[in-house]
T-cell receptor, first 109, second 115 residues
């Protein structure tokens, strides 16, 4: 069993829909990253969370340390949001990241 | 700032050949790391460094060497390439990973094929 699990693996939505991607982890962590990987392969860091909630534009990330769970929400989804979204848990030493396998999101116009 | 510069973008090797993947950052980041990405497995940590002169192994270090002689550069060396090392490789850096709130910056990736 992977230490970091994402769901769903694949997600197809219509433009304008509210999207939720989930990430659960089984290890103790100090923080959690959400990353976006575009079809061209480049990886961009969206958020780093250690508690609570962060918002950037239409993206919202939340984390519940006690429940070992984080969610990434996209409001008013758009075809340009189509990408792979990856969560990564930073272990408590602060030196190692463990990645989920990613969620392939496709937003249709 | 150029960010994280990773070269080459593509490389084809024959089994047994050696090569070095270059990674450089101009943001004065203490933390640098190398990952490989394989289908269905997600990104996996190969080696990482928390500062010049300090390196440590990640999840899949076998067949790879690293060194960190300067803050800016963190090259990854394949000593004797094997087909199992066919993958996409990413370099990433940040201020020290334990410092909360710091994002990771990724290089553009290297597609490596070992024949």
């Amino acid at each position: 069993k992977n230490e970091v699990e994402q769901s769903p693996q694949n997600l197809t939505a219509q433009e304008g829909e509210f999207i939720t991607i989930n990430c659960s982890y089984s290890v103790g962590i100090s923080a959690l990253h959400w990353l976006q990987q575009h079809p061209g392969g480049g990886i961009v860091s969206l958020f780093m969370l250690s508690s609570g909630k962060k918002k950037h534009g239409r993206l919202i990330a939340t984390i519940n340390i006690q429940e070992k769970h984080s969610s990434l929400h996209i409001t008013a989804s758009h075809p340009r949001d189509s990408a792979v979204y990856i969560c990564a848990a930073l272990e408590t030493s602060g030196s190692r990241l463990t990645f989920g396998e990613g969620t392939q999101l496709t937003v249709n116009p | 700032n150029a960010g994280v510069t990773q070269t080459p973008k593509f490389q084809v090797l024959k089994t047994g050949q050696s090569m070095t993947l270059q990674c450089a950052q101009d943001m004065n980041h203490e933390y640098m790391s190398w990952y490989r990405q394989d289908p269905g497995m997600g990104l996996r940590l190969i080696h990482y460094s928390v500062g010049a002169g300090i390196t440590d192994q990640g999840e899949v270090p076998n067949g790879y060497n690293v060194s960190r002689s300067t803050t800016e550069d963190f090259p990854l060396r394949l000593l004797s390439a094997a087909p199992s090392q066919t993958s996409v490789y990413f370099c990433a850096s940040s201020y020290f990973a334990a410092r909360r709130g710091e994002k990771l910056f990724f290089g553009s990736g290297t597609q490596l094929s070992v024949l």
